[in-house]
């Protein structure tokens, strides 16, 4: 069983990594696609760990060969992150292209973008949800306490104003 650990783009990023892929988005609309979406995740199972970066490609007229190269081209040299596998979807058709089989192709990546993992980005994003959620449910259990408390003075007021039977 493979258990998906963390996927994050979109509104579920914030902060930095959230720009990082805005930024890697926006290449791939210069090279001439019309859209594009830039995920990140850490597939866990067993005994197998992989970083993927999944790119939906939209548009831009380009042969699907000339598209996977460009695009992978783009995450290569734009994305600050390592990553095991690139899978790219464009014109219906997924791609999926290996770390080392992108380095034999283009050479190494620029400096600086294997810096922090896929995991290490993803845990600074789980922190603090998981931060903002412990906070939720503290809030939740103080609204919990108040209306205990408030419903438990109310029905001894009430039995105290009822006549004895």
């Not at 994003?125 to 103080?142: C, T």
Request: hydrophobic share 45%.
């Amino acid at each position: 069983m493979v258990l998906l650990t963390g996927l994050v783009s979109g509104c579920a990023a914030s902060g930095e990594l959230r720009a990082e892929l805005e930024e890697v988005r926006s290449a791939l609309i210069d090279v001439g696609f019309d859209d594009a979406g830039v995920h990140v995740g850490r597939l866990e199972g067993g005994k197998v760990s992989e970083d993927v970066v999944t790119v939906v490609l939209v548009g831009g007229g380009m042969a699907n060969e000339d598209a996977t190269q460009a695009a992978a081209r783009v995450v290569w040299d734009e994305l600050p992150l390592p990553f095991d596998t690139l899978v790219m979807d464009y014109n219906g058709q997924s791609y999926r292209l290996e770390y080392r089989e992108i380095e034999r192709h283009f050479g190494p990546r620029p400096d600086g973008l294997d810096d922090i993992s896929i995991r290490d980005a993803i845990g600074e994003e789980a922190q603090l949800l998981v931060g903002l959620l412990a906070a939720f449910g503290l809030f939740v259990l103080a609204i919990l306490a108040v209306l205990i408390v408030w419903r438990a003075r109310r029905h001894a007021e009430r039995r105290a104003k009822s006549p004895p039977a």
